[in-house]
């Protein structure tokens, strides 16, 4: 038996009632909670075996109470012993303080003196917040040299109450005392038999629970650090299932379990780097970090299955132990706290980016303040998890262009990146025992601000303002919107909102909190550059508005009110939800419309409206709502004017004008006879145009189309993939069309990124408009009808729908004393303007 519990049930004089918080003496406030009632009986604190009382208690008697009343005992009591042990470990408890009034520390509450078979005796005092501890616990106030009954332990990893979800962010909870406190004497004559403790209190009111031998050479408390153990699954069946793996240590301590790469980091997706990895997403192989005793048990589990066990000592000892069914191997080569630089590779100096650290075998190493992984690796909606960003299997930091942090020695896999103008960064650096320093360049391979375009996304939720400027800095951004909103009872960023740009000293990143109003049937909108909100923020009950609310708006109202404030109003997530696009599109009130994937309907849709002969820039956005996107992924490149300096105003103007692509991760140009995105080209009774597309990535790119109308006009492609793509050639026009060019991968198909969208590497510019005629006209039938269709349906919910507060108890925003005609007025104002340009075209409606 390598721990022994010694049975006290002879000498107890005293039971659970000393627990009652009459019974106990303290003062002060910031307690943790008294123990409902002590563990007795067979116990295990810390993976260590004790009995309290004896197996049967039922609590009457069940300690040894020491005190000058309540018939405790106040001379000195002997339990004899007859054993030999390296250690004994005493469960106590202090049953009074007076710390709170002033009380002196370290006081000897008792001496616990050890007798040995030899006849030597040797004193052990017993101090106040040293070998014992109060109860209750003060609140940061544990023993120095004692331990709570209850070691530190992980939270739930999937479930919890909801007044605990702040809290469960942490992970880990400091274990408390149940009852006792664990203090433990180590023998300095081991192979002499103990024959007796005796225990001599010194007056003030304690008890002793339990008392244990050690019989091993190991101290029964874990003092070390914990490091990383790789988990193989040998079951094929068991390895492929889908991530469920936990891991617990008895004596000791084991994180939660993590996959790990199938294959090596740099191997996988190398086309990819700095921008994530594919994740493993089943059950081997993975890692934990443990810290344990030698005789502490390892138990791996897959749902509460047992997999396998092993013994610490055996696993730390050998550096690897494996089973029928897993494989056990400590990948701990030593660490050191390193200090990271990151600098532009041609001007030396220190830029912001993203970075991520992993040893050879996988394990993430995060610079410190940051997560890896990033909240248990569960989905992050509306979860602040501080500057960090996951893409597949790699946890990314953002930070200022320095770090620091513990790093492995040895060969340690850097991943950095910087948006879409610098080279990615994946390569292996060597840590030498001793190093401190590590300094990392990245290199622009191009500036595309040199050339007037800046970059933005147009989307963004729940980051703060500060947040935005640090992540958007790492990711090369120039303008982050980041949107207050509202989902059914929360309302977002309300706090954030100034109506002022946010401008970096520098003046080249700028974050301007403004708005997305949204209504789950009619649509939503992204309002930018707001100088007071537009309320309500949502409306017509969810998941977008509050339950059992009213339609009070539309969104053509809100583009009407965001207007007036000079703002710039974005159709958000094209095509849905989308009962009022049209209306926005035919009256005007659409400034452009956003993509934030690589879908077949959105193209369509955009398409759609751009063959209806109306004129709509395209512009580029994330959505970020989680750690799974970082800023930017989808962005939207400006183009100002030679004669324009970077602001918000000259950049929303930009946009309003067409001048414009949207980049997935490739930057693309396109002129129609020199003239760029967003222009008019008059080719007078027609002819024959010149057209130029160049495309260029820091990821290969497989295909480039110039799409006319909706279809493929002309295309270049690669079937291995590159860097750049060049077109250039000419087009015959016979009548009035658009103009627009995109690449992506093989057959305008695209690779994913791997975000939790997995939104496609590509980019999309907004047309060029080509005219044989005075004036810019484009019609086309099917388009229309679609429109008008759309229209129908949203007039439809407003009278059939949607619903309504009662009209005499109600006064609404507008002041007005018909609601549902102020509903349905844009709509009306749209099929006229619809059904006038079809006249316009001589189609009978």
């Not at 958007?472 to 989902?487: F, H, I, K, R, Y």
């Not at 509050?546 to 095509?575: K, N, R």
């Not at 105003?649 to 995105?677: H, I, M, N, Y």
């Not at 619903?803 to 009306?828: M, N, R």
Request: aromatic share 10%; with cysteine; proline share 6%.
């Amino acid at each position: 038996m390598d721990y022994e519990p010694l049975v006290l049930s002879t000498k107890c004089n005293a039971g659970i009632e000393l627990y009652r918080p009459d019974n106990l003496k303290f003062d002060g406030t910031y307690l943790q909670p008294l123990p409902d009632a002590p563990p007795i009986g067979a116990q295990l604190f810390h993976g260590l075996p004790f009995l309290i009382g004896d197996k049967q208690t039922t609590g009457v008697k069940c300690f040894l109470g020491f005190g000058p009343r309540d018939n405790l005992y106040s001379q000195p009591v002997t339990i004899s012993v007859g054993r030999e042990a390296s250690h004994v470990i005493f469960a106590h408890a202090l049953l009074e303080t007076d710390l709170w009034r002033g009380g002196p520390l370290g006081e000897v509450i008792a001496t616990y003196v050890v007798h040995l078979s030899d006849g030597k005796r040797i004193e052990a005092p017993i101090r106040e917040r040293f070998e014992i501890g109060n109860i209750p616990l003060p609140w940061g106030q544990f023993p120095f040299l004692s331990v709570p009954d209850r070691k530190d332990y992980l939270e739930n990893r999937y479930q919890g109450a909801w007044d605990y979800a702040g809290f469960r962010q942490t992970e880990v909870t400091k274990g408390v005392p149940l009852g006792y406190y664990l203090w433990a004497w180590r023998n300095p004559q081991p192979d002499q038999e103990i024959a007796s403790i005796e225990i001599v209190p010194a007056g003030r009111k304690f008890l002793l629970a339990g008392v244990t031998l050690g019989h091993l050479d190991e101290h029964p408390l874990v003092r070390s650090t914990r490091v990383p153990v790789k988990i193989t699954l040998l079951d094929e069946t068991v390895a492929n299932l889908p991530f469920g793996l936990d891991v617990d240590v008895d004596r000791g301590f084991a994180t939660y379990a993590y996959p790990l790469p199938k294959t090596s980091l740099n191997e996988v997706a190398p086309d990819m780097r700095g921008f994530g990895a594919p994740a493993n997403e089943s059950n081997s192989p993975a890692y934990t970090q443990i810290a344990a005793l030698p005789s502490a048990t390892i138990t791996v589990r897959h749902d509460d299955a047992v997999l396998g066990t092993a013994k610490w000592g055996d696993l730390e000892g050998a550096g690897s132990v494996e089973t029928e069914s897993l494989r056990l191997e400590v990948v701990d080569s030593g660490k050191n706290w390193v200090h990271v630089t990151v600098v532009d590779a041609d001007t030396g100096e220190t830029i912001p980016c993203r970075v991520a650290f992993h040893s050879p075998e996988g394990v993430p190493y995060a610079p410190h303040g940051h997560h890896a992984p990033v909240y248990s690796n569960q989905p992050t909606w509306n979860v602040d998890i501080g500057a960090d960003v996951t893409l597949g299997q790699i946890a990314y930091a953002y930070i200022d262009g320095s770090c620091q942090g513990w790093l492995p020695r040895g060969r340690v896999l850097v991943d950095v990146a910087r948006g879409y103008e610098y080279e990615p960064l994946r390569i292996w650096a060597n840590i030498e025992p001793g190093q401190q320093e590590l300094k990392l360049e990245l290199k622009r391979w191009i500036d595309m601000k040199a050339q007037g375009y800046f970059s933005g996304d147009t989307h963004v939720h729940f980051l703060s303002a500060q947040g935005s400027m640090t992540e958007a800095q790492a990711e090369d951004l120039n303008v982050v919107n980041l949107l207050q909103s509202q989902w059914g009872h929360l309302f977002t960023n309300t706090e954030e909102f100034t109506g002022r740009p946010y401008t970096s000293q520098d003046k080249e990143t700028i974050v301007y909190v403004s708005q997305e109003n949204r209504q789950h049937m009619l649509g939503h909108l992204s309002l930018l550059g707001l100088k007071t909100p537009v309320m309500p923020w949502a409306s017509g009950g969810p998941g977008e508005a509050e339950l059992g609310g009213g339609l009070d708006i539309t969104m053509s109202h809100w583009a009407d009110a965001a207007h007036e404030q000079g703002a710039t109003v974005i159709l958000p997530h094209l095509p849905t939800p989308n009962a009022e696009s049209a209306v926005l599109v035919a009256t005007g009130r659409a400034d452009a419309v956003e993509m934030l994937d690589f879908l077949t309907f959105e193209h369509l849709e955009y398409y759609r409206y751009l063959n209806a002969g109306y004129r709509l820039p395209l512009v580029g956005g994330t959505d970020k709502m989680s750690n799974e996107t970082p800023v930017g992924l989808y962005r939207t490149y400006v183009q100002l004017s030679e004669d324009e300096d970077f602001t918000y105003d000259t950049w929303c103007q930009a946009l309003k004008l067409g001048r414009t692509f949207l980049s997935g991760g490739a930057l693309l140009w396109f002129t129609v006879e020199g003239r760029p995105v967003g222009s008019e080209v008059k080719v007078t009774g027609g002819g024959t145009v010149e057209i130029e597309a160049v495309a260029r990535s820091v990821f290969p790119i497989h295909s480039l189309q110039i799409v006319g109308a909706g279809h493929i006009v002309a295309e270049t492609s690669d079937e291995n993939g590159s860097h750049e793509l060049r077109l250039n050639t000419h087009l015959k026009i016979e009548r009035d069309t658009w103009l627009a060019g995109r690449c992506a991968g093989p057959d305008y198909t695209a690779r994913p990124h791997y975000d939790h969208r997995s939104r496609g590497i590509m980019a999309h510019t907004s047309p060029i408009y080509v005219t044989c005629q005075d004036q810019y006209a484009v019609f086309d039938n099917a388009s229309a009808q679609y429109m008008l269709t759309l229209i129908e349906g949203g007039l439809s919910y407003i009278r059939h729908r949607s619903p309504q507060h009662e009209p005499e108890k109600t006064t609404y925003h507008h002041g007005l004393s018909d609601h549902i005609a102020y509903l349905e007025e844009p709509f009306h104002e749209a099929a006229e303007a619809r059904h006038r340009r079809m006249h316009h075209f001589g189609i009978a409606h």
